[in-house]
């Protein structure tokens, strides 16, 4: 039997790479609720109120987008290691765990693009050249981007927990 080896370095950027995930997993379920009460404003005719919402929506998701690209150089460290890792099969699970949270980072670009999107038309809506009727359905697709968010970090901790054991 091949005896275990993990670097250091990977065993450092996997913790990193937890904590900065669940950073963003806390962003983004904050901001569904907020998506809900946007879409109600909206359907009360509350603009003002509703793009107030969506602004600071937009500094938290900067805020998020940052973590991404740190979550980003942590994931390369790890990749980085992956061949130093014994046995190769731990390597492999590994490498899925890594593609799970690589995901995630595109999925939190497609929900940063709904969400500029979204206070696009609200913008648009306040300033009365557009009707607005896109926003319950962008809400909706901000709302699945960060339920797939979830899931795909939920998918890092479980493959994690497969490599722990390896």
């Known amino acids: 039997m091949t005896p275990r080896n993990v670097p250091e370095d990977f065993l450092k950027a996997r913790q990193q790479a937890s904590i900065i995930a669940l950073e963003i997993i806390a962003i983004s379920n904050s901001s569904t609720v907020n998506f809900n009460q946007i879409a109600q404003l ?3 005719g509350n603009y003002t109120e509703a793009l107030i919402l969506v602004s600071q929506e937009l500094q938290r ?3 998020a987008r ?3 690209i740190d979550l980003s150089v942590q994931l390369t ?3 980085k290691n992956l061949d130093k890792i014994s046995p190769a099969s731990a390597g492999q699970i590994a490498l899925e765990a890594i593609s799970s949270e690589t995901a995630l980072i ?3 670009i497609t ?3 709904y ?3 979204l206070l696009q038309i609200l ?3 306040f300033l009365g050249k557009a009707s607005g009727d896109k926003i319950p359905e962008l809400v909706a697709k901000i709302n699945d981007e960060a339920k797939a968010i979830n899931d795909l970090n939920q998918k890092f901790d479980d493959v994690m927990k497969q490599f722990d054991v390896k």
């Open 42 to 44: 909206d359907s009360q």
């Open 123 to 125: 913008q648009d809506k």
């Open 61 to 63: 998701n900067a805020e």
């Open 77 to 79: 460290t790890m990749a």
């Open 66 to 68: 940052k973590k991404a």
């Open 111 to 113: 929900y940063n693009d």
């Open 115 to 117: 969400l500029s999107q």
């Open 106 to 108: 595109s999925r939190l």
